[in-house]
């Protein structure tokens, strides 16, 4: 069960940085405008949304004795580990225009999303092939999320570590360079690269060891199709009293998938949309110091973990559906308490950031567990359901963050 979840983390330190830093960034430091900024992360998203069912789908074809599964993952992570530090290169000149840096962001964004969608469905395909009761898919999904946020404190505590080295109070391109990577080119001043001192490096590096561990000590149960040639017969014999899984078809006529699909899309958005626009809401509405962007997240991501601890005692007693509606108010709570807070009393954050930490934790948890109870023992088909699932998730995400930066007023230096 721990060598399967640490399989994710890759993707758990790159999102937690993409979600939370890549705005900040690409209006900060690349200097683009919000419309194009929104361009960027809303057409990233898109791809990512039409990659994803597209590798469920080959996910559920593939025939290989390594495991279907597993070389879709290995795949998923050699594309992450290539294209994720690109994204905070500056390869690009200064007098680069927007056009140039969108183009390039963009596609940089898809092999990025392409990769991060092949460890995701692969990794969440595995979850009802290695366990065989509801139980166990609750409580992998519970060490899969913990870890999640586990990864967020890693990312939010070495963020931390590095802008404090910067001696300004505000966030400028001169303290970005503190932990992003910077390309050291002739048409820029010379920086010492340092290795240890720059993050997207450091977000590779670490989720590469576990993705070691995962490779190595979790094992798949083979396929069907893998053994067709010596189970030809017995399954001809076992045709007639076995109970076929659903066409995809069938699963796209299934309202239930309908159902789950909009409670997972629901929770991404609160997620997601959380966390990209706290450390702007940080620095631009409460006003606080740039360490704000790092401490804060942190004391999300831990109230986050202590609550995903909870859910399978309160799946026991509520339901799982219950248990969602719970994580749906505290979200909502924490929400409306965001949107009145005085910058007087701005140190309440705290709590509102602790209640919207175990709000979001308990969704995911539900919300993933609800996925793999859809799911079932029905394995041939579970990469489409993910896959169709987060083909909701990608793109409501991304068109929500699209819209907010339409609308969000260019800033005015300083």
Same mark, same amino acid.
């Given at each position: 069960?721990?060598?399967?979840?640490?399989?994710?983390?890759?993707?758990?330190?790159?999102?937690?940085?993409?979600?939370?830093?890549?705005?900040?960034?690409?209006?900060?430091?690349?200097?683009?405008?919000?419309?194009?900024?929104? #361009?960027?992360?809303?057409?990233?998203?898109? !791809?990512?949304?039409?990659?994803?069912?597209?590798?469920?789908?080959?996910?559920?074809?593939?025939?290989? +004795?390594?495991?279907?599964?597993?070389?879709?993952? @290995?795949?998923?992570?050699?594309?992450?580990?290539?294209?994720?530090?690109?994204?905070?290169? +500056?390869? #690009?000149?200064?007098?680069?225009?927007?056009?140039?840096?969108?183009?390039?962001?963009?596609?940089?964004?898809?092999?990025?999303?392409?990769?991060?969608?092949?460890?995701?469905?692969?990794?969440?395909?595995?979850?009802?092939?290695?366990?065989?009761?509801?139980?166990?898919?609750?409580?992998?999904? !519970?060490?899969?999320?913990?870890?999640?946020?586990?990864?967020?404190?890693?990312?939010?505590? =070495?963020?931390? %570590?590095? #802008?404090?080295?910067?001696?300004?109070?505000?966030?400028?391109?001169?303290?970005?360079?503190?932990?992003?990577?910077?390309?050291?080119?002739?048409?820029?001043?010379?920086?010492?690269?340092?290795?240890?001192?720059?993050?997207?490096?450091?977000?590779?590096?670490?989720?590469?060891?576990?993705?070691?561990?995962?490779?190595?000590?979790?094992?798949?149960?083979?396929?069907?199709?893998?053994?067709?040639?010596?189970?030809?017969?017995?399954?001809?014999?076992?045709?007639?009293?076995?109970?076929?899984?659903?066409?995809?078809?069938?699963?796209?006529?299934?309202?239930?998938?309908?159902? =789950?699909?909009?409670?997972?899309?629901?929770? +991404?958005?609160?997620?997601?949309?959380?966390?990209?626009?706290?450390?702007?809401?940080?620095?631009?509405?409460?006003?606080?110091?740039?360490?704000?962007? !790092?401490?804060?997240?942190?004391?999300?991501?831990?109230?986050?973990?202590?609550?995903?601890?909870? =859910?399978?005692?309160?799946?026991?007693?509520?339901?799982?559906?219950?248990?969602?509606?719970?994580?749906?108010?505290?979200?909502?709570?924490?929400?409306?308490?965001?949107?009145?807070?005085?910058?007087?009393?701005?140190?309440? %954050?705290?709590?509102?950031?602790?209640?919207?930490?175990?709000?979001?934790?308990?969704?995911?948890?539900?919300?993933?567990?609800?996925?793999?109870? @859809?799911?079932?023992?029905?394995?041939?088909?579970?990469?489409?359901?993910?896959? !169709?699932?987060?083909?909701?998730?990608?793109?409501?995400?991304?068109?929500?963050?699209?819209?907010?930066?339409?609308?969000?007023?260019?800033?005015?230096?300083?």
């Amino acid at each position: 069960k721990a060598s399967h979840g640490v399989g994710h983390i890759l993707n758990d330190l790159a999102a937690s940085v993409w979600f939370s830093y890549l705005i900040i960034y690409l209006t900060k430091v690349a200097g683009l405008p919000n419309r194009h900024t929104g #361009l960027v992360l809303f057409l990233g998203q898109i !791809a990512d949304a039409l990659f994803t069912p597209f590798v469920g789908i080959l996910c559920d074809r593939t025939v290989c +004795r390594y495991g279907r599964r597993k070389i879709w993952h @290995l795949l998923g992570c050699i594309l992450t580990s290539l294209s994720f530090p690109l994204i905070f290169i +500056r390869i #690009l000149p200064n007098d680069a225009t927007d056009t140039l840096k969108v183009c390039y962001y963009v596609g940089i964004a898809a092999v990025f999303q392409f990769g991060w969608g092949c460890v995701q469905i692969s990794h969440l395909t595995l979850i009802p092939e290695i366990s065989k009761k509801s139980s166990e898919r609750v409580e992998l999904n !519970a060490i899969r999320s913990a870890l999640t946020f586990i990864c967020g404190i890693y990312v939010y505590g =070495v963020t931390w %570590i590095l #802008l404090g080295e910067s001696s300004e109070e505000t966030l400028t391109p001169n303290v970005w360079k503190q932990f992003m990577v910077r390309c050291i080119l002739d048409h820029y001043p010379t920086y010492p690269f340092s290795f240890e001192n720059y993050l997207s490096f450091i977000i590779v590096g670490s989720g590469n060891v576990f993705n070691v561990i995962f490779h190595v000590f979790t094992k798949e149960p083979p396929s069907k199709a893998l053994n067709l040639e010596l189970e030809i017969i017995d399954r001809t014999e076992d045709s007639l009293h076995a109970r076929p899984g659903m066409t995809k078809l069938q699963w796209l006529k299934n309202p239930n998938l309908y159902i =789950v699909a909009m409670m997972y899309m629901s929770t +991404r958005i609160v997620v997601n949309i959380s966390q990209s626009y706290l450390p702007l809401y940080l620095t631009d509405t409460m006003k606080f110091n740039k360490e704000a962007i !790092a401490y804060f997240p942190l004391v999300v991501l831990t109230s986050g973990v202590v609550a995903s601890l909870g =859910v399978k005692p309160l799946n026991k007693k509520l339901g799982n559906k219950m248990t969602f509606v719970l994580g749906s108010l505290m979200a909502l709570c924490a929400c409306f308490w965001f949107h009145v807070q005085p910058v007087a009393h701005r140190n309440a %954050i705290y709590a509102t950031t602790v209640i919207m930490g175990c709000g979001g934790s308990v969704m995911l948890v539900s919300a993933l567990s609800l996925i793999a109870h @859809l799911v079932g023992n029905d394995n041939q088909s579970g990469a489409f359901i993910y896959g !169709a699932i987060s083909f909701t998730d990608k793109l409501s995400s991304g068109a929500v963050i699209a819209i907010i930066q339409e609308f969000t007023p260019p800033r005015t230096p300083g």
